[in-house]
């Protein structure tokens, strides 16, 4: 059984960079039949897909365009687990930040158990 | 990029039939995941497929989708089916391809 265990709550001031960490047990990162996501879920934007990484003979990496020029999300086979960073954030990232992972045909199962992150002045 | 349209609200008494509805063009030639997102919790998928329930999930919750509306019907609610329910599909020529609904809060009476 799949479980992720996100890293903890982060308050940044505007033009700071979100580092959030998910931790992957019961399955490799390597697996070639997963993806690992990020996605948000604020207010104003709903639940909001921002990008995967997936292995599949080499590693690939796919970002929503909305944050594509800000995002990157890393791999760490080392520790079994994948990392977000959002660079220059603003207010409008304020968000519970969920790590995902997709198999077969794109859902989601199992989820992370979320982590608030604030950014504020 | 793709919308998926959801009602804001149901309400529904014990025991009743709760139906959920996410409303997207032509979304009957996509496959429909559901989830349920109680008060303070991550979203746990409830039907994935339009209709196929991952195991724990009771038989009280199915899923069906046609022409431009998905649905989701949860028979013999119960007062811990309170919660937001969000529909989701891929639509690799969206952007973000991962589309996820508006939400609906099921209150149960």
């Known amino acids: 059984q799949v479980q992720l265990q996100q890293s903890g709550p982060q308050l940044l001031k505007p033009s700071q960079t979100l580092s959030l960490t998910c931790a992957i047990s019961?399955?490799?990162?390597?697996?070639?039949?997963?993806?690992w996501n990020w996605i948000r879920q604020s207010p104003s934007r709903g639940l909001e897909w921002l990008g995967r990484?997936?292995?599949?003979?080499?590693?690939?990496?796919d970002y929503a365009v909305s944050v594509k020029s800000r995002i990157t999300i890393n791999p760490d086979t080392s520790k079994n687990q994948f990392s977000l960073h959002l660079n220059s954030v603003t207010p409008e990232d304020t968000a519970i930040y969920f790590c995902?992972?997709?198999?077969?045909?794109?859902?989601?199962?199992?989820w992370g158990q979320g982590t608030l992150v604030t950014v504020s002045s | 990029s793709y919308v998926l349209t959801q009602p804001p609200s149901v309400s529904v008494a014990p025991g009743k039939t709760a139906t959920i509805t996410c409303g997207g063009i032509?979304?009957?030639?996509?496959?429909v995941n559901w989830y349920q997102q109680q008060a303070g919790q991550a979203p746990v998928l409830v039907i994935y497929?339009?209709?196929g329930r991952p195991s724990g999930i009771p038989e009280r919750f199915s899923g069906s989708n046609s022409g431009n509306t998905a649905t989701l019907t949860i028979s013999r609610v119960e007062a811990g089916d309170e919660a937001d329910y969000y529909c989701?599909?891929?639509?690799?020529?969206?952007?973000?391809?991962?589309?996820f609904g508006t939400g609906t809060k099921v209150t149960v009476l």
């Open positions: 989701q599909v891929w639509h690799s020529g969206s952007d973000p391809p991962y589309v």
């Open positions: 019961g399955e490799s990162v390597s697996s070639d039949s997963a993806a």
């Open positions: 990484t997936y292995y599949r003979s080499k590693w690939f990496n």
């Open positions: 497929n339009d209709r």
């Open positions: 995902a992972r997709a198999a077969g045909a794109n859902w989601f199962d199992p």
């Open positions: 032509n979304i009957g030639g996509r496959s």
